[in-house]
């Protein structure tokens, strides 16, 4: 969750926001802190609490990287209730795989903190399944991969290499990954093994190689940055996750692009991502035994592992940041309406999702803390209180109409987005609603100026839109 609250706040930056990360795991001060269990904990959680107050203020928008347990009610809950305080619009985008069990134990503790967020974001549909058992709307934002950094090898490995990347912590289990790696060596006797993660249970592990008698083909990496991870996937013939509960690990996503045939387990949103295979081999959960079957399957068969490798790269293009910047644009959203619904209080009770897709299309604020320019919302709010009582199949319907009507406008009118959407889609016919906005190209700063004159209509039509997100001028988007 961390790296890719960093890689969103470094491409929103690049695409010209505002953006002051908030961080939970800041440096002690001072650093003797770190080795006392109680203070530790008590060291970071003060100055945190300082700085959401020093900051939340300057924002437009406060998005909040929510995860499940203790890490909800210490860092994302306070920050959700200092935001309300001030009266500044929340979004939360929630990760991790044990939603619905920490639901199931405390949904009456977090229901409260909930409805005060304007705007709930799920990386995959698993989690938006959780979501919506326990009455809470949200929308579908996938998680990012770096596609420049993370890229298949020019050449297959020489020798068996299997990864794991993932901390070293019960729930993603790399205990089961050790015992399923002492059968594979039993049959494929010079594989070897590379674990890149840290964790409370390191030394654990370590000594675990030793009982298991393998310790001499296992490396400890301890947690690798994006600098060195992409050639430790490049290495590997096969990426293996062990957890036993998961949403849509970024891990994966990473060996994806890499080009390495997966082996995962089957649990929470994995079988979302990944299909038994086609793109991935799925076992289940704390199973050695059938972990090492599928592992030696992909070693035996290098045919299947670069089958299965091929496809999860067909796959992959969806998490771009290309494709996810539209779709990022279109969800995440401030301004005066989000104002007012912060000032009475309204959350996702209130907002259904009238406020959350066809009302914001224009707007693109995404950030922990950050500011951005707030486009007219005239329309929007007059949309807001016409629909308010509609249900949300009727709300969505709507939206996917006036969608419709967009998009063949301007393939009709406008020359130039018709030339330039042609290298995506080949009809209006195959924007279909909302969901299919995210095919569509966003122009630049630079192609904007260079073609002015062509989109002298589009200008004035796209400013009086709130539903022209596709088509929006970025600067328009994303300024100060």
Known sequence: MAKQLMQLATLLREEGCSVTV???????????????????????????LYRLWRDVPCGEVVHVMANSGWAWHLFAAPAIWIASWRCIPIVITYHGGEAEAF??????????TLERVQQVIVPSEFLAAVFARFGVSTVQV?????????????SHPL?????????????YDVATALHAFARVRGQVTNVRMTIAGSGPLGDELQRLTHALRIADAVRFT?????????????????????????????????AMASGVAIVSTNVGGIPYLLRDGEN??????????????????????????????????????????????????????????????????GGWESTGPSGTR????????HAVLMNALVPQRVSLMRLHKQRSGWSRDAIRGYQDEKVRELIAYCWKYVPYYRAKWKEAITSPDEI?????????????????????EQLTTTATFVKSSPRAVAVAPADRLCSR
């Not at 940055?225 to 994966?252: F, G, I, K, Q, W």
């Not at 066809?358 to 604020?365: C, D, E, H, L, V």
């Open 22 to 48: 908030v961080r939970t795991n800041a440096s002690y001060r001072p650093s003797w802190m770190g080795s006392l269990p109680v203070i530790r904990a008590v060291g970071r959680l003060v100055p945190y």
């Open 103 to 112: 639901f199931n134990r405390s949904f009456k503790l977090i229901r409260p």
């Open 142 to 154: 996938p998680n990012v991969v770096d596609l420049d950094a993370f890229a298949p090898a020019d």
């Open 159 to 171: 020798e068996p290499h299997i990864v794991v990347t993932r901390n070293l912590e019960q729930v």
């Open 222 to 254: 301890g947690r690798l940055d994006n600098r060195e991870l992409p050639a430790l996937y490049r290495s590997a013939t096969v990426a293996l996750n062990p957890s036993r509960a998961d949403n849509m690990p970024v891990s994966v996503l990473e």
């Open 280 to 345: 991935a081999l799925l076992v289940p959960p704390a199973c050695p035994t059938r972990m090492a079957e599928a592992i030696e399957r992909v070693l035996m068969d290098p045919i299947l592992g670069r089958r299965l490798a091929a496809t999860a790269l067909l796959d992959i293009g969806a998490f771009s940041w290309s494709r996810v910047r539209p779709i990022l644009f279109l969800h995440l959203s401030g301004g005066d309406g989000r104002k007012d619904e912060a000032r009475r209080g």
């Open 358 to 365: 066809g009302a914001s299309m224009i707007r693109a604020i």
């Open 432 to 452: 279909r609603g909302v969901d299919d906005l995210g095919k569509l190209p966003i122009l630049g700063k630079d192609e904007l100026r260079e073609n002015l």
